[in-house]
T-cell receptor, first 112, second 115 residues
């Protein structure tokens, strides 16, 4: 399709629980990115993939965050043992060229 | 390394008056620059992009931006604000040697439009 799809739209977890977010990039796009938006502003880059390979993971808090993009499956971002500060909107974006990234609608994660 | 500074966290204008949202960038390479808009509880929508072609870039909804290398600026303008323009605006830079690089976001400018 022509839109990046993200599920779920909202996710509520108790502190210490696991959270898993999904992203279906636009068909044909080789690059997938995850961003974290905290407090309605600050977009923080987390990780990018080129096909199923990690391209840049300099933004990932590696202790609890992991991500995958496997063939024929939605990409996923998983947070083990969530903390209060993980509450944010997580955006996925996909791209096929250097000059345009398409963003999904985001998943709002609330950690209680 | 790339960075973006949005000079105003909040801008308030009256409907029908011009809009100016300021952005300065820093980049070691020839940058690609973007403006995205985010309406409340919505995702990001691309307004316009600069990728080393014309320095005056026209986008959607009447917005435009001018790339000024000497000033390292990429300010967003619109001649006449509409109420529907009220949103958060992000200036974004991307660029690097080879391959696709992550987007670096500014802190955002909240635009309020008053009747």
């Amino acid at each position: 399709g022509e839109e990046v799809a993200q599920t779920p739209k909202h996710l509520v977890r108790g502190e210490g629980q696991k959270a898993k977010l999904y992203c279906a990039p636009i068909k044909g796009h080789s690059y997938v990115f995850w961003y974290q938006q905290v407090l309605k502003n600050e977009f923080k880059f987390l990780i990018s993939f080129q096909n199923e390979n990690v391209f840049d993971e300099t933004g990932m808090p590696k202790e609890r965050f992991s991500a995958k993009c496997l063939p024929n499956s939605p990409c996923s971002l998983e947070i083990q043992a969530t903390k209060l500060e993980d509450s944010a909107v997580y955006f996925c974006a996909s791209s096929q060229s250097v000059d345009r990234a398409f963003f999904g609608p985001g998943t709002r994660l609330t950690v209680l | 390394a790339q960075s973006v500074t949005q000079l105003d966290s909040h801008v308030s204008v009256s409907e029908g008056t011009p809009v100016l949202l300021r952005c300065n960038y820093s980049s070691s390479y020839s940058p690609s620059l973007f403006w995205y808009v985010q309406h409340p509880n919505k995702g990001l929508q691309l307004l316009l992009k600069y990728t080393s072609a014309a320095t005056l870039v026209k986008g959607i909804n009447g917005f435009e931006a001018e790339f000024k290398k000497s000033e390292t600026s990429f300010h967003l303008t619109k001649p006449s604000a509409h109420m529907s323009d009220a949103a958060e605006y992000f200036c974004v830079v991307s660029g690097g040697s080879g391959g696709y690089n992550k987007l670096i976001f500014g802190a955002g400018t909240r635009l309020a439009v008053h009747p």
